[in-house]
């Protein structure tokens, strides 16, 4: 379990070096980010080519962090399980989350935009999309992804 969560924390820590933005580097005393300001980057732990983008960090660390996630259309997030708490609350399109070790939606619920969900620490969820949709994450790190099987994680898949 251990090396399970050393290397979610790895992945985290990758995450947010490879998305940091300015807004990331400096901590104003103020912040305000428009839309079309996000650095939308890679984000390697999740599925279907997941983007992320970071408006407040650094993720790898006990701070506050908020960064927002593009998900294409049909995504599928393997059941998983996050080491802190996490709030997601749904931006554009619609998000698909239930409670589980088992990927099944007719145990889920979809959230329209404006929806919030909150997962405690260690707990295991999943989720999908059917159209392109944006959510905002927030808490405080560190942020990392423990997949419940680890076949399902992206980082450890070959082409």
């Not at 506050?64 to 399980?81: E, N, T, V």
């Not at 080491?83 to 939606?105: C, L, N, R, Y």
């Amino acid at each position: 379990m251990h090396h399970l969560k050393t290397a979610a924390i790895a992945i985290a820590i990758v995450c947010s070096t490879a998305i940091s933005s300015a807004y990331a580097q400096s901590a104003p005393t103020h912040l305000m980010v428009k839309p079309d300001e996000l650095k939308w980057a890679p984000l390697p732990s999740l599925p279907c080519g997941a983007q992320a983008a970071v408006i407040e960090g650094p993720m790898n660390e006990a701070k506050p962090f908020i960064f927002r996630i593009k998900f294409p259309a049909d995504c599928k997030i393997m059941p998983h399980w996050h080491p802190a708490i996490e709030h997601v609350t749904v931006v554009s399109g619609t998000f698909g989350m239930g409670a589980g070790d088992a990927h099944d939606p007719s145990k889920g619920m979809t959230l329209p935009v404006g929806a919030v969900a909150i997962m405690q620490p260690n707990a295991h969820h999943f989720g999908w999309t059917t159209q392109e949709t944006i959510v905002q994450i927030h808490g405080i790190g560190p942020w990392g992804i423990t997949y419940v099987n680890p076949a399902d994680d992206p980082t450890k898949k070959t082409n």
